[in-house]
């Protein structure tokens, strides 16, 4: 394995031992008073089991992720993905995060024609080697689908 290969792994067990954005936020408006919509959706990986809820909490307007949680269980890729991908979106309108899905699908089917940009994906770029093992891509997309469904739900 390269230099960089064994960094990205390393980046990849970090976060599925400490990860982001794990347990379930309220429905609740957050303490600042700020009104805000909440959706949630639950994905499993049939092949696997893994799984996955995952919570958002957008803006009054609709269109800005305010928070993102998620509570789930499988394989270090896939709660890694899910750390990954919560201190991504927050902040970002409904629009870049469908950008930002959009790239990490087409990465991710791509058999590693594609990669993801550091500078764009933030860690999440340590999650492009998966894209060259099929059977794991899945793993590394549920977060994401969680978060397109519950978006599209908000």
Aim: hydrophobic fraction near 40%.
């Amino acid at each position: 394995m390269s230099g960089l290969e064994d960094l990205y792994q390393e980046l990849i067990l970090d976060h599925s031992k400490r990860p982001h954005g794990k347990g379930l936020l309220g429905e609740d408006p957050d303490a600042s008073g700020v009104d805000a919509h909440v959706a949630e959706s639950h994905q499993r990986n049939p092949i696997c089991g893994d799984e996955i809820t995952l919570r958002a909490r957008v803006s009054d307007d609709g269109d800005r992720i305010a928070e993102v949680s998620w509570d789930g269980s499988g394989c270090s890729i896939s709660q890694a993905s899910a750390s990954m991908l919560t201190e991504l979106v927050v902040g970002r309108t409904r629009a870049e995060a469908g950008e930002l899905i959009d790239g990490f699908r087409e990465a991710l089917r791509s058999r590693g024609a594609v990669g993801l940009d550091e500078d764009v994906y933030g860690d999440a770029a340590a999650l492009t080697g998966v894209s060259r093992y099929v059977a794991r891509v899945k793993c590394a997309m549920l977060a994401w689908v969680a978060l397109e469904d519950a978006l599209r739900r908000a």
